[in-house]
């Protein structure tokens, strides 16, 4: 039986050493990111540096490639922060990020692309906690996960290593826009505005029906922005026209959901805004130039519409100096 | 818990640990470690299943004494169809009840009456068809005379419930596991050895063979209306090895971690794919389920005693209730179907018993003829599961069709074909090494015996590395659906 576990223990030991060795040998070094994920930095450091009450868009990547932050900003003359960055950190990861984001007096617009599950994709939770360690607050830690992941890593290094390409940095000019670079302050995606789009629109499909489990998620999250005076409302997503038909019944099916059980306020109908295809960039939830412009156009509207977020959005501009000025103060 | 989990790779020396050095002074703490460790191991996947499982355990612990001790043939009979028919009964509700509905409709609105079957969303408890096969082995056997009923319900328990072989075998017999778990079992440094070698070569074939062709075949069934017939038969041969590395490499990590629990399992796979014909595939493929067909079906219907044509009737209704156990779908019948077809030409002339032996043994090389027979065993083989991969008869139809016209010549081509440089040479070697190997338990069983240590090591490092670097994309063993 010793003898067993002494062999066992030894190779265990060997192959954890080389396991060591050689992941730390193909591991790229000093390599700055400039990932998409490592956006999130800049925009919570917006609102360190903001300091006051504000207005917060939270989501997926519809925010972050379909608003023009600034032009709220200048429209409603109270800072704003678009925190939208990419639905595959999953809707409980969103959540967590703003509750531990948020304060006192803040307006908070959600925008959810539908169905968005709750959990995400982890890898991707871990890259964007690589890059700004906060976000490790956001999500539950998995050592299972984390092995794996560990393991695809050192793979796509050796990969790498092997055709001395020892940075992850692509020069693809597609990628570009996919990089931390491509955000302007306000925490908006504007590489893209000038590019040509891909042929085809990414995540088409064909949307299941069942109740959504992220409105008890999104129920619990306006309990705890209410118990922080911090204020929330719905607003739904951009999506293709070829894309809403295919899908219409499902989402009002959720439509229905959600007005009947989401104790957050909803700002618009999923109609308004069903844009036609030409107006999207490379998925079913980034818009181009025209695109955003036109949602921003529409979402200024909608906001101004209701009593409720126009009052409270008063309130900010009325207790703290204007967004101009304090970017000077920053400066 | 998967065995090739990150949890498993924690369950496991855990439970190895107590085993040897906790629980060793006692048999019985040592079977009790055991049922305590199996039924967490079942839970993992869903508690309330565990239910059923020790039901399933004590309605057969409970008949098989009744049986025992009925002086009454009547009264032993009694028991025996009430254990019988409750254990089908609950195999037939978790797995065919949908079947039956929809078929039911279906033939019904044939005829114009239009009825809505009254589907339940049944979730199949995960090892069912397996756990259920042990405790049925073991009433029969009591029934038969074959053995005596087991009085300690924690041995018994564990012979149905032992973790290795839960949820998809191999499937034991009480004859053969239950006098192991009864007597006292002594650590085997040899044996143990071997345990972990045949995990290392389990992990290997589920890791890198099964779940890199899964990602192929996969790609290929599923977007079958895209592509040309020659795409079709490589995504064929992809599922061919993606289920023989998915389910042997299962049932090599099962064998391999009872061993280092002193435990000996059921073999279950003996290099089916160097077989020269259906017949002897069928020794040599999922070997447990096939011999338990062999002994509690086929031979209690008369097997091969009667002359030709019971054979035939035997062999047709054993091929059925075999496909029909994989699963409620028309598509494993015609699988079963075409099976019994295949081996009808060996019944009949009797040659169904001409190669028992191992091809080309004690030999480097098969004989032309030889790789002949294997090849035309293989396509034969091949094309049987495209009706066990497909997911419903039209879709395999639809396959066919495609393979037998004209695109068939095409150069195959499929989205992905860009990493198959790799995964081809991966097959090709693995094919090699079960090749030399053929004469084994399993293929890299006489390691020990050929090489120093350190080139064992070597190889096993080289093993842990290709586990590591071409790991594929994480799949569910194929068979747990079963």
């Known amino acids: ?331 | 818990m998967l065995f090739n989990s990150i949890n498993f790779a924690i369950f496991l020396p855990i439970v190895f640990v107590l085993y040897w050095f906790a629980t060793n002074k006692s048999l019985k703490y040592q079977n009790i470690l055991l049922l305590v460790s199996s039924y967490f191991f079942y839970a993992c996947w869903d508690w309330r299943f565990l239910f059923l499982l020790v039901f399933s355990t004590l309605l057969d612990y409970y008949t098989g004494i009744k049986m025992f001790n009925a002086k009454n043939q009547n009264v032993k009979k009694f028991w025996f169809w009430l254990s019988i028919s409750v254990n089908l009964g609950f195999l037939g509700f978790f797995k065919y009840y949908n079947f039956f509905a929809e078929s039911f409709a279906e033939a019904i609105s044939n005829i114009g009456l239009q009825v809505n079957p009254w589907t339940l969303k049944v979730i199949l408890p995960v090892g069912i068809s397996f756990y259920t096969f042990h405790g049925l082995s073991y009433v029969i056997d009591i029934y038969k005379g074959k053995i005596k009923a087991e009085e300690d319900f924690i041995d018994y328990s564990v012979f149905v419930s032992f973790f290795p072989l839960l949820v998809a075998g191999p499937i034991e017999r009480a004859t053969h596991l239950l006098p192991q778990i009864k007597k006292k079992r002594e650590f085997n440094y040899a044996n143990a050895v071997d345990g972990l070698r045949q995990i290392l070569w389990g992990l290997f074939k589920k890791i890198v063979i099964a779940d890199n062709c899964a990602l192929f075949a996969n790609t290929i069934f599923d977007n079958s209306g895209d592509y040309s017939g020659s795409t079709l038969v490589l995504g064929a041969i992809f599922f061919a090895f993606q289920i023989y590395g998915d389910f042997s490499g299962y049932s090599d990590i099962a064998i391999g971690t009872a061993r280092l629990f002193g435990i000996d399992l059921l073999r279950n796979f003996a290099f089916p794919y160097f077989s020269r014909d259906i017949a002897e595939f069928w020794r040599r493929w999922h070997i447990s389920l096939s011999s338990w067909f062999r002994d509690y079906l086929y031979i209690p219907l008369g097997g091969s005693k009667g002359g030709t044509w019971m054979k035939v009737r035997n062999t047709f209704i054993i091929f059925l209730v075999s496909s029909f156990w994989h699963g409620a779908n028309w598509t494993f019948i015609i699988w079963g179907f075409l099976n019994a077809l295949y081996i009808m030409p060996s019944i009949i002339f009797k040659t169904n018993r001409n190669n028992i032996d191992i091809v080309a043994k004690g030999k480097h090389l098969p004989s032309l003829n030889e790789l002949f027979s294997i090849g035309i065993t293989f396509s034969l083989t091949v094309f049987a599961w495209i009706f066990f991969r497909a997911n419903n008869v039209t879709h395999a139809w639809n396959i066919i069709i495609k393979i037998f016209s004209i695109n068939f010549l095409e150069i195959p081509k499929f989205e992905g074909i860009d990493s198959l440089k790799p995964i081809i040479l991966l097959i090709l070697v693995f094919i090699l090494i079960e090749w030399i190997g053929r004469e084994q338990q399993y293929s890299i069983a006489n390691l020990e015996l050929k090489f120093p240590k350190f080139i064992r090591w070597f190889f096993y490092l080289m093993v842990i590395g290709a586990i590591f670097y071409y790991r594929g994309k994480e799949q569910q063993f194929v068979y747990f659906q079963f």
């Open chain 1, 1 to 331: 039986m010793k003898k067993f576990l002494f062999s066992s223990i030894a190779f265990s030991v060997l192959i954890v050493s080389l396991y060591t060795l050689i992941s730390n040998t193909v591991k790229p070094k000093n390599v700055v990111s400039n990932d998409y994920m490592a956006a999130m930095i800049d925009k919570h450091n917006r609102i360190e540096q903001l300091n006051c009450p504000k207005i917060i868009f939270a989501g997926g990547s519809n925010l972050a490639f379909g608003l023009n932050s600034e032009e709220v900003e200048n429209e409603f003359s109270v800072p704003v922060v678009n925190l939208g960055l990419h639905k595959g950190l999953g809707l409980n990861f969103i959540l967590n990020e703003l509750k531990n984001t948020i304060k006192k007096d803040d307006v908070v617009f959600l925008s959810i692309e539908y169905l968005l599950e709750s959990e995400g994709n982890y890898e991707l939770k871990k890259k964007t906690s690589c890059s700004y360690k906060e976000a490790l607050k956001y999500y539950t830690y998995d050592l299972r996960a984390e092995i794996l992941i560990d393991i695809d890593k050192t793979n796509k290094n050796i990969k790498s290593y092997k055709k001395n390409k020892k940075t992850a940095n692509n020069l693809n000019p597609e990628i570009q826009v996919y990089s931390r670079d491509a955000f302007n302050k306000y925490g908006d995606v504007i590489a893209h505005l000038e590019k040509s789009p891909p042929k085809e629109l990414k995540d088409i499909g064909v949307l299941n029906y069942s109740y959504w489990t992220g409105i008890n998620e999104l129920n619990e999250f306006y309990k705890y922005a209410k118990s922080k005076n911090v204020a929330v409302f719905f607003i739904y997503p951009n999506y293709p026209v070829s894309e809403f038909k295919k899908n219409q019944e499902v989402i009002e099916k959720l439509s229905k959901d959600l007005s009947d059980n989401l104790k957050i306020e909803i700002l618009n109908s999923p109609y308004d805004f069903v844009f036609p295809d030409s107006l999207f960039f490379d998925t079913v939830y980034h818009l181009n130039k025209i695109g955003r412009k036109l949602r921003t156009k529409k979402l200024i509207e909608i906001i101004k519409k209701n009593t409720n977020a126009q009052q409270l959005i008063n309130s900010i501009r009325n207790s703290t100096i204007q967004p101009k000025d304090s970017e000077q103060t920053k400066a």
